[in-house]
């Protein structure tokens, strides 16, 4: 499960610094947020990453695939004929062209390390700045670093100080969204869920619905901060946003009313006959005592059977996950590992809950 947002609902404290938000699609169990400050050049930064995504990262990382995209990033930043990455043989290639100089080339070999990766994207960069002095150099190190960490997982994402703070943070005050959690699926922001109540849900958008555009502007390759900047506004403003679905033949442009739709992450409803049911969308920072107040209020209805429905979770506080299954689970059951290949990264969670409903027949509903 790669970053997720909610566009209208607090998700926690507002920090400042950049974030890696590294989310591996191979024996992954939860994704991990560094905080890296904004505070040196480009090439310390990049150095930061470089170092971040090599510690923490549970395979050994491609630094060709980062070493790539960073100058990729680079190359949509700068004017056209200037600076051209291209394949040659098993060789990756740099033209560039500095203002009143002849072109010029650079050859890298195909697959490379960490050291040589990063000596030449700090080369690359030094030439950019030369290209286009212009440019704001912030801009041009975010786009470097998004594009690199996203070629090396596409489920990863790097946010800039301002994009992360937007990302952990709720709404300002007076401010609203449509009411949906999504990720971003084949280059668009797509629903994950609609929030019961909200304006999403009440107009018909649907899990795996694609957000084309937002008040008449193109989200294809929007990053998550992107697509939230555009979907929050003030409350009660007028927003349109065009929805494609499969099996549509067009798109169709929904015109709604941002609001506050407060986030119920934990429901639960009783079906009678002792069989109770707790649903539950996200680990978010109170999963543990949601659900311990659900299961109370289902067993004091008379509660034999639980089902617990966990379709379409999205994720969120690792700890938390552990709080729920402590539910099930004696205290002190191992309920997760997570390691890095560094020392000391290797972390057991175990269950702490001393209300645990072991004898209570449980069936798990599961699945995206």
Same mark, same amino acid.
């Given at each position: ?15 400042? #610094? ?12 939860? @994704? ?43 190359? =949509? ?29 650079? =050859? ?6 960490? #050291? ?19 440019? %704001? &150099? ?7 670093? =998004? ?5 090396? %997982? ?6 800039? @100080? ?38 999403? &849900? ?6 795996? %619905? ?18 939230? =900047? ?74 034999? %059977? ?59 509903? @599961?699945?995206?």
């Amino acid at each position: 499960m790669g970053p997720l947002r909610l566009d209208n609902t607090t998700a926690g404290k507002r920090e400042r #610094g950049t974030s890696i938000h590294i989310s591996q699609n191979k024996c992954v169990l939860f @994704a991990l947020g560094i905080i890296l400050w904004l505070s040196g050049c480009a090439p310390t930064l990049t150095s930061q990453v470089f170092s971040v995504v090599e510690s923490h990262y549970v395979e050994q990382p491609d630094f060709s695939k980062l070493r790539l995209g960073a100058l990729v990033g680079l190359s =949509k930043h700068l004017p056209p004929g200037m600076f051209n990455i291209r394949e040659a043989n098993t060789e990756l290639v740099l033209d560039y062209r500095a203002p009143g100089a002849a072109l010029s080339s650079k =050859k890298f070999s195909a697959s490379v390390g960490r #050291g040589d990766g990063l000596q030449e994207v700090e080369f690359a960069y030094r030439i950019a700045r030369e290209i286009a002095p212009s440019v %704001d &150099e912030k801009q041009l190190q975010t786009a470097m670093l =998004k594009s690199a960490v996203e070629h090396l %997982d596409s489920r990863s994402e790097f946010l800039d @100080a301002e994009s992360y703070s937007a990302f952990v943070s709720g709404p300002p005050a007076g401010t609203g969204g449509i009411g949906v959690e999504f990720a971003i699926r084949s280059n668009y922001p797509t629903v994950v869920r609609s929030i019961e109540g909200g304006p999403a &849900e009440r107009a018909g958008i649907l899990p795996d %619905d694609q957000i084309v555009t937002i008040d008449g502007k193109s989200t294809a390759n929007s990053s998550l901060a992107e697509a939230l =900047k555009l979907l929050r506004g003030p409350l009660r403003s007028e927003i349109k946003v065009s929805i494609r679905r499969k099996g549509w033949a067009e798109d169709k442009t929904f015109t709604l009313m941002r609001a506050v739709v407060p986030l119920r992450a934990v429901r639960n409803r009783f079906l009678g006959d002792g069989i109770g049911v707790v649903t539950l969308s996200q680990f978010t920072q109170r999963a543990g005592q949601d659900i311990e107040a659900a299961l109370q209020r289902l067993e004091a209805e008379g509660m034999r %059977d639980l089902i617990l429905d966990l379709r379409g979770n999205s994720g969120g506080v690792l700890d938390q996950a552990v709080a729920v299954a402590g539910k099930f689970f004696d205290a002190g059951t191992l309920i997760c590992r997570t390691s890095g290949r560094g020392p000391g990264q290797t972390q057991d969670l175990y269950t702490r809950d001393e209300n645990v409903r072991k004898r209570l027949p449980l069936f798990v509903l @599961a699945g995206c």
